[in-house]
């Protein structure tokens, strides 16, 4: 199915929204992205995310580091990492693969703060010849296949997320040093964070299903329960029909609903260089279908970032002791 908006403006041509999944992914023409779009327009992408849940835009080299943060701040407040600093001394993070954070794994992005980030966007510099593609998943989607009796299960389930997962389970392939150089960044504050498993999107009134790789265990089961029953409910989420491939290109950008999605970066590019430059734009506490909102378990705050505010920041009212 093919939609369209409005033009923004006189003699830009019409936005087109052409998806490319059956459930998820859409690409987007007829923009020019910057921090100088108009209401209708930044109106016409935000819908078509949270419509589509990962939108793409080819062509948009004219975009540097400072456009790309402009327009993240046209979707809402741009957010620093809480561990990781950023690459530009303002609110870039670099998604490269000369390091330790390679991100083949189904995640989404700092599920281990309470208001994890809303919205991603990711502009690619540096291409590999072949390889690097990057996954996403549709978390709504995953949870509406869910039968009944697991749809309830679910419904009713907290799971704490960290950024101190058990990287040795997941990445039993990475290489020791860079490993533990990205680690021991990335770790630097251990942060825990309970989040209901079924969250109530804020903007769709969709339910979706809050998983992925910083979920270390369900809150009242153990270890051996949490494990079996992540892995079930996991399992829909990377079903390849609630998913999308996308196959970079220098200069494309790509835009999601980090609320609505999971993604996975794929590692097979092999020592060709891959440089992306990521913006995330402030979430907002998750709120479960029950209506307890997550929850801070450890530090006791969000601490300042080394620039700017941090993801997750927005943590009022959530805090263990509160
Ligand atoms: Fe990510």
Not at 92 to 108: M, S, V, Y
Not at 129 to 151: K, M
Not at 183 to 205: A, L, N
Not at 215 to 226: A, E, I, K, P, V
């Amino acid at each position: 199915m093919t939609s369209t908006a409005p033009a923004s403006a006189p003699g830009t041509g019409r936005i087109t929204v052409e998806k490319v999944g059956g459930r998820i992914g859409a690409v987007i023409s007829g923009v020019r992205l910057g921090g100088d779009l108009d209401e209708r327009t930044v109106a016409a992408i935000r819908a078509a995310v949270l419509e589509h849940k990962v939108v793409f835009l080819r062509d948009q080299h004219h975009l540097d580091a400072a456009g790309h943060e402009a327009f993240g701040r046209l979707l809402g407040e741009p957010v620093a990492h809480p561990t990781v600093p950023s690459v530009d001394g303002r609110y870039a993070l670099g998604i490269d693969n000369d390091h330790g954070g390679r991100a083949n794994q189904w995640h989404t992005d700092v599920t281990f703060v309470p208001a994890y980030p809303a919205f991603s966007i990711l502009r690619a510099e540096v291409i590999p010849p072949y390889g690097g593609d990057t996954l996403w998943s549709n978390t709504a989607a995953a949870y509406a296949e869910l039968p009944e009796p697991l749809r309830t299960l679910a419904d009713g389930l907290r799971g704490v997320h960290t950024n101190d997962y058990d990287y040795a389970a997941v990445r039993p392939e990475a290489v020791p040093d860079e490993l533990l150089q990205h680690r021991e960044v990335f770790t630097s504050i251990t942060f825990r964070t309970e989040h209901p498993v079924v969250r109530v999107h804020p903007e769709t009134g969709e339910r979706t299903l809050v998983l992925g790789t910083f979920l270390q265990r369900f809150t009242g089961l153990d270890g051996r329960d949490s494990r079996a029953l992540r892995d079930v409910l996991q399992s829909h989420v990377e079903r390849p029909e609630n998913t999308v491939r996308w196959r970079w290109r220098a200069g494309d950008v790509a835009i999601w609903d980090n609320r609505a999605t999971q993604h996975y970066g794929v590692d097979d590019s092999d020592d060709h260089e891959r440089t992306l430059r990521r913006v995330t734009v402030d979430g907002d506490v998750p709120v479960g279908v029950d209506g307890r909102r997550s929850v801070l378990l450890a530090p006791e705050s969000v601490p300042e970032p080394e620039y700017g505010i941090a993801s997750g920041a927005s943590t009022d009212g959530v805090l263990a002791e509160a």
